[in-house]
T-cell receptor, first 119, second 113 residues
Framework: NAGVTQTPKFQVLKTGQSMTLQCAQD?????MSWYRQDPGMGLRLIHY???????DQGEVPNGYNVSRSTTEDFPLRLLSAAPSQTSVYFC??????????????????FGSGTQLSVL | DAKTTQPPSMDCAEGRAANLPCNHS???????VYWYRQIHSQGPQYIIH???NNETNEMASLIITEDRKSSTLILPHATLRDTAVYYC??????????????FGTGTSLTVIP
């Protein structure tokens, strides 16, 4: 059981280049999301999805696109990379909220992160 | 979702209990308190969550005040591996719209040998 897998672990881009950060989960989670983390700051939500074909924006969506064609995969695309997008990116997934004996069972599972530098 | 306030940093001696406070004075009745931690450069890890009753698992205990305006995460016997940033998050369960967890800057806990 691999959990949440992110690739690549490290990436260096030049300004204006495009790339896709991959995220896959094998836990049959309905919900998937992308966060970015800048030095000394907490995680900020970029985009999220509650199921295949459904995506929505988080706090900082500008400059990023996402799609969800399957339950397992949730790629994050940078169409024209900018130095301001230098950050560590985390993918996370969970079941949609449901109650088990009266308690919410929501737990986010995170990938190991992608460190992106844009020069 | 309610906003939380945490001290930016704390120290704890190895082997002692680490008590991490969190204020959430605007919490609503249907909002849960969640704790995650992030060990340097790794993805955050779920620790525990609760609604109004105190909770305990193999990692930690969560004490929520009766008025639910604050809570404390307790690591009963802190080890050096518990050095991490701890995030307190308050949010409601949203059955259809997903789990938008908003992370603040958390508390940086340093366990001292």
């Amino acid at each position: 059981n691999a959990g949440v897998t992110q690739t690549p672990k490290f990436q260096v881009l030049k300004t204006g280049q495009s790339m896709t950060l991959q995220c896959a989960q094998d836990m049959n989670h309905e919900y998937m999301s992308w966060y970015r983390q800048d030095p000394g700051m907490g995680l900020r939500l970029i985009h999220y999805s509650v199921g295949a074909g459904i995506t929505d924006q988080g706090e900082v969506p500008n400059g990023y696109n996402v799609s969800r064609s399957t339950t397992e995969d949730f790629p994050l695309r940078l169409l024209s990379a900018a130095p301001s997008q230098t950050s560590v990116y985390f993918c996370a997934s969970s079941h949609l909220g449901r109650r088990d004996r009266g308690r919410s069972n929501e737990k986010l599972f995170f990938g190991s992160g992608t460190q992106l530098s844009v020069l | 979702d309610a906003k939380t306030t945490q001290p930016p940093s704390m120290d704890c001696a190895e082997g002692r209990a680490a008590n991490l406070p969190c204020n959430h004075s605007t919490i609503s009745g249907n909002e849960y308190v969640y704790w995650y931690r992030q060990i340097h450069s790794q993805g955050p890890q779920y620790i525990i969550h609760g609604l109004k009753n105190n909770e305990t698992n193999e990692m930690a205990s969560l004490i929520i005040t009766e008025d639910r305006k604050s809570s404390t995460l307790i690591l009963p016997h802190a080890t050096l591996r518990d050095t991490a940033v701890y995030y307190c998050i308050v949010r409601a369960t949203k059955l259809d719209t997903g789990n938008q967890f908003y992370f603040g800057t958390g508390t940086s806990l340093t366990v001292i040998p």
